[in-house]
């Protein structure tokens, strides 16, 4: 039975989903259609673009090992940002972080790979600041009409898992073409209704933003970080559920944006989660008395990436 896999964003606590999908390996439940926003995306793209889970495991585990070497504060930017605001001129920061070490990363590990060679059915959202409208990165061919969403099956995978993953003001926006794109979860944290819209059979959704509470670190990062969390989670009850099944991880309250050091642990609880949670997912998926699929999406097997 085909179905698809809808991953929110989360920065950092977006490495469960990696845990989720080792699980879902486990049981021959691997999905035949992803969606991720922000954080999500990169779990989605990897994904997309063939890579076993147990490369991105490893991912996870450079990530928080090395986390703070694939950022580049926009240094020049943030010494004018002060002086330019209190004397009126234009200020021409766009984000604490500029991006593209993480995107060269992404790309990295995504082999350079376009949006057509993705091995499964992929959406990836992300917001153009110039429309307000909703683009999505996808390869799906039947990709239905929504309002205010419009579709493209023209970039890289990293291209569109970076986009979606620069939450505004932290991360600069990035130019793909015509639009000027930010963070997914500014209008869809939660991508099942946009992975059902592109032909997806019944969809389970991962949650993994924080709860709703006062952030533990009062920094700037984490408290715009927490508002455009909180706005997204608002946007999205407002929505009718789309889901045959949507779960929320139990992960760390103090897992914030850019908790590089909280990774690992998140990936474990994701995959453990999920292990519990395998008999309510065939369940909702109708597959309770049905074997799980006997093969894996294609070009997933093999050692193309070790």
């Known amino acids: 039975m085909h179905y698809g896999l809808a991953l929110s964003g989360g920065g950092t606590r977006g490495a469960a989903h990696v845990g989720v999908l080792k699980a879902l390996e486990e049981a021959r439940l691997l999905p035949d259609a992803v969606a991720g926003t922000s954080a999500g995306s990169i779990a989605a793209g990897l994904y997309a673009s063939g890579m076993p889970v147990s490369e991105m495991e490893k991912a996870v585990r450079q990530l928080a090992a090395h986390g703070n070497d694939y950022l580049d504060p926009d240094y020049s930017g943030i010494m004018e940002f002060v002086p330019r605001l209190l004397t009126g001129r234009k200020i021409s920061l766009q ?33 153009d600041l110039i429309s307000g409208q909703t683009l ?5 061919e039947t990709a239905g009409a929504q309002m205010h969403v419009r579709w493209t099956w023209d970039a890289y995978l990293c291209e569109a898992m970076m986009a979606s993953s620069s939450v505004p003001g932290i991360f600069a926006p990035r130019k793909i073409g015509s639009w000027l794109l930010v963070d997914g979860g500014v209008t869809h944290n939660q991508p099942g209704g946009l992975l059902k819209a592109a032909g997806a059979g019944p ?3 991962v949650d993994v933003g924080a709860p709703y509470s006062a952030p533990d670190d009062d920094s700037v990062i984490e408290v715009l970080s927490h508002s455009f969390s909180i706005m997204g989670s608002l946007l999205e009850e407002c929505r009718p559920p789309s889901e045959a099944l949507r779960l929320h991880l139990p992960l ?6 850019l908790s590089f050091d909280k990774m690992e642990a998140c990936m474990e609880i994701g995959y453990q989660y999920i292990r519990e949670m395998i008999p309510a997912i065939r369940k909702a998926l109708d597959m309770e008395k049905r074997p799980g699929p006997q093969t894996y999406p294609a070009a997933r097997s093999g050692n193309q990436y070790s």
């Open 95 to 127: 984000g604490y972080i500029k991006g593209d070490k993480l995107l060269s990363y992404l790309c990295e590990l995504t082999a350079g790979k376009q949006l057509d060679e993705s091995v499964v059915k992929l959406v990836i959202p992300a917001v």
């Open 136 to 140: 999505c990165f996808t390869n799906s």
């Open 203 to 205: 969809v389970i959704a």
């Open 252 to 257: 760390p309250k103090d897992a914030g944006l």
